[in-house]
Protein backbone atom coordinates (compact mmCIF):
# COMPACT_ATOMS: atom_id res chain seq x y z
CA UNK A 1 0.00 0.00 0.00
CA UNK A 2 1.49 3.10 -0.80
CA UNK A 3 1.58 5.48 2.09
CA UNK A 4 0.65 9.56 1.53
CA UNK A 5 4.51 10.48 2.06
CA UNK A 6 5.60 8.10 -0.55
CA UNK A 7 2.58 9.64 -2.96
CA UNK A 8 4.02 12.99 -2.34
CA UNK A 9 7.42 11.68 -3.09
CA UNK A 10 6.59 9.56 -6.27
CA UNK A 11 5.13 13.24 -7.53
CA UNK A 12 6.78 15.46 -9.83
CA UNK A 13 7.98 18.29 -7.76
CA UNK A 14 9.67 21.94 -8.40
CA UNK A 15 13.72 21.29 -7.79
CA UNK A 16 15.67 23.39 -5.43
CA UNK A 17 18.94 22.03 -5.75
CA UNK A 18 21.70 23.26 -5.07
CA UNK A 19 23.60 25.74 -2.19
CA UNK A 20 20.34 27.34 -1.73
CA UNK A 21 18.21 24.02 -1.45
CA UNK A 22 21.24 22.43 0.60
CA UNK A 23 21.47 24.98 3.37
CA UNK A 24 17.79 25.36 3.57
CA UNK A 25 18.14 21.23 4.52
CA UNK A 26 20.83 21.63 7.10
CA UNK A 27 19.21 24.98 8.68
CA UNK A 28 22.24 26.93 8.74
CA UNK A 29 20.72 30.06 11.10
CA UNK A 30 20.62 27.54 13.55
CA UNK A 31 24.63 27.39 14.21
CA UNK A 32 23.24 30.26 16.73
CA UNK A 33 22.48 27.55 19.28
CA UNK A 34 26.22 25.95 19.50
CA UNK A 35 28.46 28.32 18.25
CA UNK A 36 28.63 31.38 20.94
CA UNK A 37 29.76 28.71 23.41
CA UNK A 38 33.17 27.99 21.21
CA UNK A 39 33.47 31.82 21.05
CA UNK A 40 32.78 31.71 24.83
CA UNK A 41 35.47 28.50 25.30
CA UNK A 42 37.32 30.15 22.68
CA UNK A 43 37.93 33.81 24.28
CA UNK A 44 38.42 32.41 28.12
CA UNK A 45 41.28 30.35 26.54
CA UNK A 46 43.00 33.24 25.51
CA UNK A 47 42.50 35.14 28.41
CA UNK A 48 43.74 32.37 29.96
CA UNK A 49 47.32 32.55 28.20
CA UNK A 50 47.85 35.81 29.57
CA UNK A 51 48.96 37.85 26.22
CA UNK A 52 45.10 39.19 27.08
CA UNK A 53 44.64 39.73 22.99
CA UNK A 54 42.13 38.00 20.69
CA UNK A 55 43.82 35.85 18.32
CA UNK A 56 41.44 36.56 15.54
CA UNK A 57 42.85 34.04 13.35
CA UNK A 58 42.24 30.94 15.51
CA UNK A 59 38.61 32.26 16.09
CA UNK A 60 38.26 32.44 12.07
CA UNK A 61 39.63 28.73 11.65
CA UNK A 62 36.93 27.61 14.75
CA UNK A 63 34.14 29.34 13.77
CA UNK A 64 35.06 27.35 9.97
CA UNK A 65 35.27 24.26 12.05
CA UNK A 66 32.28 24.60 14.20
CA UNK A 67 30.08 25.62 10.73
CA UNK A 68 31.68 22.68 9.02
CA UNK A 69 31.04 20.35 11.47
CA UNK A 70 27.37 21.29 12.62
CA UNK A 71 26.86 21.39 8.51
CA UNK A 72 27.73 17.95 8.23
CA UNK A 73 25.93 16.63 11.35
CA UNK A 74 22.33 17.91 10.55
CA UNK A 75 23.11 16.96 6.80
CA UNK A 76 24.00 13.67 8.10
CA UNK A 77 20.67 13.69 10.16
CA UNK A 78 18.46 14.56 7.48
CA UNK A 79 20.36 11.93 5.22
CA UNK A 80 19.63 8.76 7.44
CA UNK A 81 16.20 10.29 8.70
CA UNK A 82 14.65 10.50 5.59
CA UNK A 83 12.48 7.52 5.53
CA UNK A 84 11.37 8.40 8.99
CA UNK A 85 10.43 11.91 8.18
CA UNK A 86 8.38 10.59 5.29
CA UNK A 87 5.89 9.04 7.43
CA UNK A 88 5.85 12.39 9.88
CA UNK A 89 3.49 14.72 9.02
CA UNK A 90 5.39 17.08 10.61
CA UNK A 91 8.47 16.41 8.56
CA UNK A 92 7.08 14.93 5.41
CA UNK A 93 7.97 18.15 3.33
CA UNK A 94 11.52 18.45 3.91
CA UNK A 95 14.24 18.50 1.11
CA UNK A 96 14.76 14.94 0.80
CA UNK A 97 11.52 13.80 1.75
CA UNK A 98 10.05 15.83 -1.44
CA UNK A 99 12.81 15.33 -3.57
CA UNK A 100 13.27 19.14 -3.98
CA UNK A 101 17.00 18.24 -3.10
CA UNK A 102 18.92 14.98 -4.54
CA UNK A 103 19.92 13.07 -2.11
CA UNK A 104 23.20 12.76 -3.99
CA UNK A 105 23.31 16.37 -3.50
CA UNK A 106 23.23 15.93 0.56
CA UNK A 107 25.97 13.42 0.55
CA UNK A 108 28.00 15.78 -2.03
CA UNK A 109 27.54 18.88 0.75
CA UNK A 110 28.18 16.36 3.71
CA UNK A 111 31.25 15.60 2.10
CA UNK A 112 32.48 19.52 1.47
CA UNK A 113 31.17 19.93 5.37
CA UNK A 114 33.66 17.30 6.30
CA UNK A 115 36.94 18.28 4.58
CA UNK A 116 35.97 22.03 5.68
CA UNK A 117 35.94 20.96 9.23
CA UNK A 118 38.94 18.57 9.09
CA UNK A 119 41.02 21.50 7.17
CA UNK A 120 40.06 24.20 9.86
CA UNK A 121 40.86 21.30 12.61
CA UNK A 122 44.48 21.19 10.84
CA UNK A 123 44.92 25.25 10.35
CA UNK A 124 44.47 25.19 14.68
CA UNK A 125 46.75 22.52 15.27
CA UNK A 126 48.25 19.25 15.16
CA UNK A 127 45.85 17.84 18.45
CA UNK A 128 42.17 19.54 16.95
CA UNK A 129 43.44 17.21 14.10
CA UNK A 130 43.67 14.58 15.70
CA UNK A 131 41.00 14.55 18.05
CA UNK A 132 38.69 15.63 15.27
CA UNK A 133 37.40 12.24 13.93
CA UNK A 134 36.57 11.29 17.82
CA UNK A 135 34.16 14.30 17.35
CA UNK A 136 32.71 13.14 14.12
CA UNK A 137 31.56 9.60 15.62
CA UNK A 138 28.65 11.30 18.28
CA UNK A 139 27.50 13.41 15.39
CA UNK A 140 26.64 10.42 13.02
CA UNK A 141 25.58 8.01 16.27
CA UNK A 142 22.90 10.38 16.95
CA UNK A 143 20.36 9.83 14.25
CA UNK A 144 20.25 6.10 14.99
CA UNK A 145 19.84 6.82 18.65
CA UNK A 146 16.53 7.39 18.38
CA UNK A 147 15.88 3.83 16.67
CA UNK A 148 16.93 2.27 19.92
CA UNK A 149 17.17 4.59 22.85
CA UNK A 150 15.24 7.01 24.72
CA UNK A 151 18.30 8.53 26.17
CA UNK A 152 18.95 10.17 22.78
CA UNK A 153 18.50 13.34 23.81
CA UNK A 154 21.86 12.56 25.86
CA UNK A 155 23.65 11.58 22.84
CA UNK A 156 23.07 14.50 20.91
CA UNK A 157 23.87 16.93 24.31
CA UNK A 158 27.41 14.91 24.26
CA UNK A 159 27.87 15.66 20.64
CA UNK A 160 27.37 18.86 21.29
CA UNK A 161 29.71 19.49 24.37
CA UNK A 162 32.31 18.65 22.44
CA UNK A 163 32.48 22.28 20.72
CA UNK A 164 33.36 23.92 23.71
CA UNK A 165 36.12 21.79 24.37
CA UNK A 166 37.26 21.91 21.12
CA UNK A 167 37.32 25.31 20.68
CA UNK A 168 39.73 25.46 23.78
CA UNK A 169 41.91 23.03 22.34
CA UNK A 170 42.22 25.12 19.20
CA UNK A 171 43.59 27.85 21.40
CA UNK A 172 45.98 26.18 23.62
CA UNK A 173 46.61 22.69 22.15
CA UNK A 174 46.35 21.04 25.72
CA UNK A 175 42.78 19.60 27.42
CA UNK A 176 41.51 21.75 29.82
CA UNK A 177 38.72 20.66 32.40
CA UNK A 178 37.03 24.27 32.64
CA UNK A 179 36.27 23.60 28.43
CA UNK A 180 34.57 20.00 30.14
CA UNK A 181 32.52 22.26 32.42
CA UNK A 182 31.28 24.41 29.48
CA UNK A 183 30.92 21.40 27.41
CA UNK A 184 28.67 20.30 30.11
CA UNK A 185 26.39 23.08 30.75
CA UNK A 186 25.76 23.33 27.09
CA UNK A 187 25.56 20.19 26.16
CA UNK A 188 22.56 19.34 29.12
CA UNK A 189 21.03 22.27 27.87
CA UNK A 190 20.72 20.89 24.52
CA UNK A 191 19.27 17.87 25.78
CA UNK A 192 16.63 19.33 27.75
CA UNK A 193 15.43 21.51 24.88
CA UNK A 194 15.26 18.58 22.51
CA UNK A 195 13.43 16.58 24.87
CA UNK A 196 10.76 19.60 24.90
CA UNK A 197 11.26 19.22 21.00
CA UNK A 198 10.02 15.98 20.86
CA UNK A 199 7.19 16.02 22.59
CA UNK A 200 5.85 17.33 19.30
CA UNK A 201 6.26 13.93 18.01
CA UNK A 202 5.41 11.73 20.68
CA UNK A 203 2.28 10.10 19.69
CA UNK A 204 3.39 9.61 15.81
CA UNK A 205 7.02 8.02 17.37
CA UNK A 206 5.07 5.46 19.65
CA UNK A 207 3.10 4.25 16.79
CA UNK A 208 6.50 3.83 14.80
CA UNK A 209 8.47 2.93 17.30
CA UNK A 210 10.72 5.51 17.55
CA UNK A 211 12.45 5.76 21.12
CA UNK A 212 12.41 9.08 22.80
CA UNK A 213 11.58 10.68 26.34
CA UNK A 214 7.99 11.50 25.42
CA UNK A 215 7.12 8.53 23.88
CA UNK A 216 8.49 6.14 26.20
CA UNK A 217 7.36 7.86 29.59
CA UNK A 218 4.51 10.79 28.76
CA UNK A 219 5.18 14.36 27.80
CA UNK A 220 4.54 15.50 31.35
CA UNK A 221 6.84 13.09 32.70
CA UNK A 222 9.56 14.48 29.57
CA UNK A 223 8.78 18.01 30.64
CA UNK A 224 9.91 17.40 34.46
CA UNK A 225 13.03 15.64 32.77
CA UNK A 226 13.68 18.18 30.78
CA UNK A 227 12.96 20.97 33.52
CA UNK A 228 15.77 18.70 36.31
CA UNK A 229 18.11 18.81 33.29
CA UNK A 230 18.17 22.59 32.70
CA UNK A 231 18.97 23.00 36.38
CA UNK A 232 21.58 20.85 36.63
CA UNK A 233 23.15 22.89 33.31
CA UNK A 234 22.56 26.02 34.92
CA UNK A 235 24.56 24.39 37.73
CA UNK A 236 27.60 23.91 35.35
CA UNK A 237 27.19 27.47 33.98
CA UNK A 238 27.78 28.62 37.52
CA UNK A 239 30.45 26.13 38.34
CA UNK A 240 32.48 27.01 34.51
CA UNK A 241 31.87 30.17 36.38
CA UNK A 242 33.94 29.84 39.62
CA UNK A 243 36.29 27.74 37.67
CA UNK A 244 37.50 30.37 35.15
CA UNK A 245 36.95 32.85 37.05
CA UNK A 246 34.22 35.22 36.12
CA UNK A 247 32.97 38.36 37.54
CA UNK A 248 29.42 39.68 37.84
CA UNK A 249 29.39 40.07 33.58
CA UNK A 250 28.74 36.04 33.39
CA UNK A 251 26.84 35.87 36.53
CA UNK A 252 23.98 38.28 35.19
CA UNK A 253 24.29 35.89 31.70
CA UNK A 254 23.78 32.71 33.86
CA UNK A 255 20.68 34.40 35.96
CA UNK A 256 19.04 36.09 31.99
CA UNK A 257 19.87 32.39 31.49
CA UNK A 258 17.96 30.86 34.33
CA UNK A 259 14.90 33.23 33.82
CA UNK A 260 14.75 32.56 29.85
CA UNK A 261 14.40 28.86 30.84
CA UNK A 262 11.94 29.24 33.61
CA UNK A 263 10.05 31.22 30.81
CA UNK A 264 10.39 28.40 28.15
CA UNK A 265 9.29 26.10 30.92
CA UNK A 266 6.23 27.67 31.43
CA UNK A 267 5.04 28.45 27.94
CA UNK A 268 5.18 24.62 26.79
CA UNK A 269 2.48 22.86 28.84
CA UNK A 270 1.55 19.39 28.64
CA UNK A 271 -1.74 19.83 27.08
CA UNK A 272 -0.11 22.83 24.86
CA UNK A 273 2.44 22.28 22.60
CA UNK A 274 1.42 25.30 20.46
CA UNK A 275 4.12 27.49 21.88
CA UNK A 276 7.23 24.49 21.53
CA UNK A 277 8.49 26.36 18.38
CA UNK A 278 9.02 29.86 20.71
CA UNK A 279 10.61 27.95 23.08
CA UNK A 280 12.87 25.87 20.68
CA UNK A 281 13.97 28.58 18.63
CA UNK A 282 13.48 31.82 20.04
CA UNK A 283 14.10 31.28 23.99
CA UNK A 284 17.32 29.29 23.00
CA UNK A 285 18.53 31.74 20.23
CA UNK A 286 17.81 34.70 23.14
CA UNK A 287 20.11 32.03 25.64
CA UNK A 288 23.11 31.36 23.57
CA UNK A 289 23.83 35.14 22.25
CA UNK A 290 22.64 36.65 25.46
CA UNK A 291 24.89 34.76 27.52
CA UNK A 292 27.67 35.05 25.10
CA UNK A 293 27.65 38.98 24.75
CA UNK A 294 28.05 38.75 28.58
CA UNK A 295 30.52 36.76 28.91
CA UNK A 296 32.34 38.76 26.29
CA UNK A 297 32.04 41.77 28.20
CA UNK A 298 33.17 40.21 31.70
CA UNK A 299 36.17 39.19 29.77
CA UNK A 300 36.99 42.64 28.02
CA UNK A 301 36.16 44.01 31.66
CA UNK A 302 39.06 41.36 32.93
CA UNK A 303 41.71 42.64 30.65
CA UNK A 304 40.87 40.99 27.22
CA UNK A 305 41.71 43.36 24.28
CA UNK A 306 40.48 43.02 21.09
Given at each position: MTTPAATRVAQPVARRGGVKGFLRLVMIEHSVFALPFAYIAALTAMHSLGDRGVRWLDLLWITVAMVGARTFAMAANRVIDRELD???PRTAQRELVTGALPVRT?????????VVFLGAAAALGRLPLLLAPLAVVPLVVYPYGK??????HFILGFAQMIAPIGAWIGVTDEWSWDAVLLGAAMGLWIAGFDVIYAC?????DRAEGVHSLPARFGIRAALHVSTAVHLVALGFFVWFGVAAGFGPWWW??????AAALGYEHAIVRPHDLSRVNRAFFTVNGFIGIGLFVLALIDLVDRGLRP
Open positions: ARNAYAGMAVALRFTWGCQDHEHAGVALT
